[in-house]
Every structure is written in structure tokens, then in C-alpha cells.
């Protein structure tokens, strides 16, 4: 079975503060991962690509664990701006296999 | 920059008309999905395809069906429009894995109710 999990939230948490989503995924031989971001009644868009040994991108940090099958993304210096849904996306792969979605973990920044 | 358009953003049915959601793609892609959204169950794939006339089953394809004629035009269909259908509908379209990365790149959305 294919199937990433994540913790729904919601995270409230004051503007400035730094916060941890995680989120596993069933199979070993999942080959990429990414991030994505959903605002209210948007579309996702993706936010970022997570990378074997790990990746930034400003206040965003993305992370991988391959022997425990989990991926993380913390953000520093929260913002009012980072308030969304945050979707845990993995390629079980190989060839064009079609994308699998977490269900996705919300974020509320509170001034 | 992608852009994937959807010929609707709001749809209002009753029960048992047929129904028609229209997705376009300005990038030449050759994958197109249809994905339907609902609180508590996140994004879930009804239809997807790798090239014109060509379609797979996703994980939820019972009550749809889709038609790919041209590469930037992928349409899903519901036959008979039941209220358990009453969701938000997204298409996205993306390169092959061979490509690069299988980014998904989404149209905005269409949000079906049917009564």
C-alpha cells in the first residue's frame, strides 16, 4: 500500500515562532518527495522539493530520513503569511507513477 | 510559467445530469490528472493521462469517466451527477518522471454542488 501520513494539526502558533510538521510514507523504495502548500480554497502549489541530504530555502528547511520513511519541514520566523495547509507529497515511483498526497497538516500564525 | 485553467470555478447540478469539466494546459504536458478534494480526506486521484487518448484508472474512478482527444485538453465527465459528488474538483498536468521531477502544477479548481 501506498500511503503517507501526517499529523492534521491544527498548529496555532505565535508569529516568530519556529515550527516542525513530519510525515511518513509506507514504502522503502519511494523514490522522491516534496512539499507542497494550500491555501484556503486554492489550488496546492509546491513549495519544495525535499532532497536526500536535505534542503533550504530561506526560513524553509526540508528533510528526509530514508531508514525511518519520514520527511520533515521546519519553518523559522514564522509568518502571518505561512498561514496554510501544508501537503506531505511522495513520488513512490518508478516511471510515471501518479504522485501520492497527504492529507495535509494546517498552520495558523497568530500575531 | 505553467498554466492550467479549468472552464468553471463554481458549478451548481441536480441529480443525474451529466457533467462536464474541462481542463486546459499551455505547457505541452504530457500528464494530466483529475483530482477530487474533500475535508478530512485530502486529495484523492479519479482519472489520469500519459498522453492523447490514453487514460488510466486512479484510486476513485467509480461514476467518472475522462476523454483526452488533444494533448492540452483533458475533460471528466460525470455521467449521472449523485450529491456524494459534490466536492473540489482539481486537474493537474505535469512532465514525465523521465523528465525531471513529476511536479504537479494545478488549475484552480472547480467546486461542484450537486443537489
Given amino acids: 500500500r501506498k500511503e503517507v501520513e501526517q499529523d492534521p494539526g491544527p ?3 505565535p508569529e516568530g515562532a519556529t515550527v516542525a510538521f513530519n510525515c511518513t510514507y509506507s514504502n522503502s523504495a519511494s523514490q522522491s518527495f516534496f ?3 494550500q491555501d484556503c480554497r486554492k489550488e496546492p502549489k509546491l513549495l519544495m522539493s525535499v532532497y ?7 526560513r524553509f528547511t526540508a528533510q528526509l530520513n530514508r531508514a525511518s520513511q519520514y520527511i520533515s519541514l521546519l519553518i523559522r520566523d514564522s509568518k502571518l503569511s505561512d498561514s496554510a495547509t501544508y501537503l506531505c507529497v511522495v513520488n513512490f515511483g518508478p516511471g510515471n507513477t501518479p504522485l501520492v498526497f497527504g492529507k495535509g497538516t494546517r498552520l495558523s500564525v497568530i500575531a | 510559467d505553467v498554466k492550467v485553467t479549468q472552464s468553471s470555478r463554481y458549478l451548481v447540478k441536480r441529480t443525474g445530469e451529466k457533467v462536464f469539466l474541462e481542463c486546459v494546459q499551455d505547457m505541452d504536458h504530457e500528464n494530466m490528472f483529475w483530482y477530487r478534494q474533500d475535508p ?5 486521484l479519479i482519472y489520469f493521462s500519459y498522453d492523447v487518448k490514453m487514460k488510466e484508472k486512479g484510486d476513485i474512478p467509480e461514476g ?7 494533448k492540452e485538453r483533458f475533460s471528466l465527465i460525470l455521467e449521472s451527477a449523485s450529491t ?6 482539481l486537474c493537474a498536468s505535469s512532465l514525465p518522471s ?3 521531477s513529476p511536479v504537479r502544477h494545478f488549475g484552480p479548481g472547480t467546486r461542484l454542488l450537486v443537489l
Avoid: A, C, I, P
Avoid at chain 2, 84 to 89: A, D, E, F, G, K
Fill in chain 2, 40 to 44: 478530512g480526506l485530502g486529495l484523492r
Fill in chain 2, 84 to 89: 456524494n459528488q459534490t466536492s473540489m474538483y
Fill in chain 1, 35 to 37: 512539499w507542497y502548500r
Fill in chain 1, 52 to 58: 536526500s541530504s536535505g534542503n533550504e530555502d530561506g
Fill in chain 2, 98 to 100: 523521465t523528465s525531471g
Fill in chain 2, 64 to 70: 467518472y469517466s475522462v476523454s483526452r482527444e488533444k
Fill in chain 1, 11 to 13: 498548529f496555532n502558533v
